[in-house]
């Protein structure tokens, strides 16, 4: 199980949102290749890292600071997530040596094309699954499906995907715990690792998520921290060592 930081991506700098909400954004960084750098030294083994810009254009919008930040990552696997909603992208990506491609809206409008993409490059593509009161929102979380997550990840089950990203959109960047629950009926109606994602404040969290995949750990890849790792309220090294444990 991977603690993960996050590092997401907006006009060039280094910013967590509350409940993804572009307005309400805070500015941790203006160097996010640095800012990559530091979480390599704080010893993180794998980075996430979302071009907010790209999710609500529809195409990437900082893929050169991306490259800069997965070339400082040496080793490290980085995985990317908005704006990726083509082919060309997910091949311009992978030549960057970015090891894990989070697909969420496109995915969603084009199961097809998850498909297709899941088939042709295995053990790379994530699907990018965002919910709002367990409801599937896409193009950036701004615009509402109606798509219960839980039955649409279920028609998915036997595709070769790396996993799925699930983020509870209500607690991302809210401090106030993660979806524990959703996250391990999820995991258990799929069966496909799982990266849980969306309020991870302390310690006491992790351990929750640890507790509840006790008997599923093959289920859960780890979770995703952002605004915690901020703000000082989770330690990374911490946060891996009791996965560790």
Not at 87 to 102: F, H, K, M, P, T
Not at 177 to 205: E, F, H, I, M, Y
């Given at each position: 199980?991977?603690?993960?930081?996050?590092?997401d991506l907006?006009?060039?700098?280094?910013?967590?949102?509350?409940?993804?909400?572009?307005?309400?954004?805070?500015?941790?960084?203006?160097?996010?290749?640095a800012?990559?750098?530091h979480?390599?030294?704080?010893?993180?083994?794998?980075?996430?890292?979302?071009?907010?810009?790209?999710?609500?254009?529809?195409?990437?919008?900082?893929?050169?600071?991306?490259?800069?930040?997965?070339?400082?990552?040496?080793?490290?696997?980085?995985?990317?997530?908005g704006?990726?909603?083509?082919?060309s992208?997910?091949?311009?990506?992978?030549?960057?040596?970015v090891?894990?491609?989070?697909?969420?809206?496109?995915?969603?409008?084009?199961?097809?094309?998850?498909?297709?993409?899941?088939?042709?490059?295995?053990?790379k593509?994530?699907?990018?699954?965002?919910?709002?009161?367990?409801?599937?929102?896409t193009?950036?979380w701004?615009?509402?499906?109606?798509?219960?997550?839980?039955?649409?990840?279920?028609?998915?089950?036997?595709?070769?995907?790396?996993?799925?990203?699930?983020?509870?959109i209500?607690?991302?960047?809210?401090?106030?715990?993660?979806?524990?629950?959703?996250?391990?009926?999820?995991?258990?109606?799929?069966?496909?690792?799982v990266?849980?994602?969306?309020?991870?404040?302390?310690?006491?969290?992790l351990?929750?998520?640890?507790?509840?995949?006790?008997?599923?750990?093959?289920?859960?890849?780890g979770?995703?921290t952002?605004?915690?790792?901020?703000?000082?309220?989770?330690?990374?090294?911490?946060?891996?060592?009791?996965?560790?444990?």
């Amino acid at each position: 199980m991977l603690l993960i930081p996050a590092i997401d991506l907006k006009e060039g700098q280094c910013v967590r949102l509350r409940q993804g909400r572009m307005e309400n954004s805070t500015v941790f960084s203006s160097d996010p290749v640095a800012m990559a750098e530091h979480w390599k030294g704080e010893g993180a083994r794998r980075l996430h890292i979302v071009d907010l810009d790209g999710a609500f254009a529809g195409v990437p919008c900082n893929s050169e600071l991306i490259r800069q930040m997965v070339s400082a990552m040496g080793h490290v696997p980085v995985q990317v997530g908005g704006g990726i909603r083509s082919q060309s992208i997910i091949e311009a990506y992978l030549d960057a040596g970015v090891q894990g491609l989070i697909l969420g809206t496109k995915a969603v409008d084009d199961p097809d094309f998850l498909q297709s993409m899941a088939t042709a490059y295995p053990g790379k593509i994530l699907l990018g699954l965002d919910a709002r009161s367990g409801v599937v929102a896409t193009e950036g979380w701004d615009n509402e499906t109606g798509i219960d997550a839980q039955d649409f990840a279920i028609n998915l089950s036997d595709l070769p995907l790396a996993g799925i990203v699930y983020t509870d959109i209500d607690r991302d960047g809210m401090m106030q715990g993660l979806n524990v629950a959703s996250t391990l009926a999820l995991a258990r109606a799929v069966q496909l690792p799982v990266v849980a994602s969306g309020g991870v404040t302390t310690l006491c969290d992790l351990q929750a998520l640890k507790d509840a995949f006790a008997a599923d750990t093959a289920l859960l890849m780890g979770a995703i921290t952002g605004r915690a790792i901020y703000e000082g309220t989770l330690e990374l090294a911490a946060g891996q060592a009791l996965f560790d444990a």
